[in-house]
């Protein structure tokens, strides 16, 4: 979420917008080649490159950042480590469907668990066998620890939140709780939307700040109009039939909570990742997406909705 009044250049405002189409399209189809199964693929296997993409840049900005402050960290392991976390809840899932013929989304994460301490161990063996002398062990095992769980964990509840109702393996599913990739897409929806309402209402009106050592930018007003955005996304995705159908089920708390949890954490995901940057002495992660900063910055909202929509979403009623 960006919101405040500082006002953008023409040139990076225009970089954003090019930027974000360009995502959008390219997001977009590979949503619907994963939604309708295209060319026999499993449900999340055209997303997951994406996924990985994000997550590769992730770590490097990250890796990249705490290297401009002294500390170097084994960026290779921690790519491993982050990917794996992820992809280990698509295979884990897709392994127990097939055994079953259910979905089991609380025993999927567990696999994500496994990888990401697997991961762990790789970075404390890496301290034991190296032996420096130099010292920093410590700093670097904390730092690392932080990347898998900071990226890995929250990318694992994304890939669950696709996976939450699979009932089997093919695109023919049609059972009664079938959702699909609604559940992804709502969380997805809800946070950006209420990302863009933030910035042009901080932009426009935003006063007073929010968090001014952390972020002077972001203001109360951007806030309010972030948690409208999430909640007419919410409402939009959730209440409205697609296709003339409404949906089968509905996430715990019905659209407004929905709305109201999921925005709040990807506010509260934006802010961390400014905390973040604050201590790294960074004003953008990176600058791979032009106007839009870096991985990080694209990301940071939705690894803190992640969960919290996943959740709602598992308890999901009629």
Known sequence: MTSGPEKKPLAKLAS???VSVGLITGFAGLAWADATGFLGGMPAWWLLPILIILAIGGVDELVALYAARGLRLPGGILRV???ATFVAVALGTQAFVAATGETAP?????????????AAGLLFGREIIGGRASGRSL????????????????????????????????????????????????????VKLGDIVAYLVGASIGRIPMAPKLSPGK????AVGSIAGALLAAWLVLEQPFFGQRLPLQPFGGWVGY???????????????SLIKRELGAKDSGQLLGGLGGVLDL????????????????????
């Open 16 to 18: 954003r917008a090019v």
């Open 81 to 83: 480590g982050v990917v």
């Open 106 to 118: 609380v025993a999927a994460l567990s696999w994500a668990a496994l990888a990401a301490t697997a």
């Open 139 to 190: 700093d670097r095992l904390a730092a690392g620890v932080l990347v898998l769980t900071y990226l890995g964990l929250p990318m694992a509840f994304l890939v669950g939140l696709r996976l939450v109702c699979v009932e089997n393996l093919g695109p023919e599913q049609t059972g009664p709780g079938h959702l699909g990739i609604v559940p992804l897409l709502s969380m997805i929806a809800v």
């Open 219 to 222: 203001t109360w007003e951007g």
């Open 259 to 273: 709305g109201l949890l999921v925005g709040t954490a990807g506010m509260a995901g934006d802010l961390a990742e």
């Open 299 to 318: 990301i940071d909202s939705l690894l803190f909705a992640a969960p919290v929509a996943w959740l709602m979403w598992v308890n999901a009623g009629a």
